[in-house]
């Protein structure tokens, strides 16, 4: 007799990964907090996603984020035990970006008798993170085991690649990310640019430029896509944006004329992402499509 374990996968909701899709596939998820005029607010439960965003331009104080509590971690792993499961699989989000990945470790030790728990950092975030959790799902309902789900991870992270433009310069100082007074924010501010940010492993979420008009910001950021991709594969494509449809639809189009695409994810940016990047702000991640 073939005994099958019973994996329940746990991530970050600012992986971007769906309600819908964790809801559908029991994958438990770990919600970050947003302090908004000092109340705390679960990012995906406990928030009105559009008002939120429509919101940040004229926000005073600007909202801060914060990492998971150490009781909704608990929570999720006592879940996995109350329904049967025999492990769990966390796909966690880099700690370049949060110390999270160490708040779930704490939490994991009270289960250490209960259940198998397996921590993997992806080095991953937002988009990217979300485009490994998807593909380890496929693998899952394929029977794979952890150690092969993380074996996969573990080949594909480097090949996963994301380009966004931000659109609120407002908020972009309001959060810190450019300072007001610096050359950089004077020059932003006045030309109006649609600053351009990218994640890698190797450089985490970092600008690296800017367009003058959105135009000018997809054709830059098509050029580096073509620059990190490889031409000979299939991608799958996971776009996102902060209350921007038509933008995504533009950029999308011009993405299918360079990039062999499988299939197109359209996913919401979380109110996490949008706090940095502002209402508006679009993304583009591209993953190696997962052969069957």
């Known amino acids: 007799m073939i005994f099958i374990m019973k994996i329940k996968l746990v991530t ?23 302090v908004i005029e000092g109340k705390e607010y679960r ?23 914060s990492q998971v509590l150490p009781q909704d ?9 109350a329904e049967g499961y025999d492990e769990v699989l ?26 198998k728990i397996t921590h993997y950092p992806t080095e991953l975030a937002v988009g990217p993170q979300g485009a490994m959790v998807y593909n380890a799902l496929k693998l899952l309902q394929q029977g794979k085991s952890v150690e092969e789900i993380t074996s996969y991870c573990d080949s594909i992270k480097h090949d996963i690649y994301s380009i966004g433009v931000t659109i609120d310069i407002e908020s972009l100082f309001k959060s810190g990310k450019v300072k007001r007074g610096s050359a950089k924010g004077i020059l ?38 073509q620059k990190r991709t490889d031409p000979k594969l299939t991608y799958d494509l996971f776009m996102c944006d902060a209350l921007n449809p038509d933008l995504v639809k533009e950029y999308e189009k011009e993405i299918n004329k360079v990039i062999k695409i499988n299939e197109t994810h359209y996913w919401e940016m979380s ?21 069957e």
């Open 90 to 115: 966390y796909l966690g989000l880099t700690p370049v970006i949060s110390s999270q990945m160490n708040v779930v470790r704490l939490a994991a030790k009270r289960f250490e008798k209960k259940i």
């Open 12 to 34: 970050d909701a600012s992986s971007l990964l769906p309600l819908k899709i964790m809801k559908e596939e029991n994958i438990g998820f770990l919600e970050s907090l947003l």
């Open 43 to 65: 990012e995906l439960t406990e928030l009105d996603r559009t008002e939120f965003i429509e919101s940040l331009h004229d926000k005073y104080p600007y909202p801060t984020s």
């Open 188 to 225: 932003v501010s006045l030309l109006k640019m649609k600053p351009i940010a990218h994640f890698t492993i190797e450089d985490g979420m970092i600008g690296i430029g800017a367009g003058l008009s959105y135009k000018s910001a997809i054709q830059k950021m098509i050029a580096e896509i």
């Open 73 to 81: 971690a608990v929570e999720v792993f006592n879940q996995a035990v």
């Open 271 to 291: 109110p996490v992402m949008a706090l940095s990047s502002g209402k508006g702000a679009v993304m583009a991640t591209l993953c190696p499509t997962l052969k």
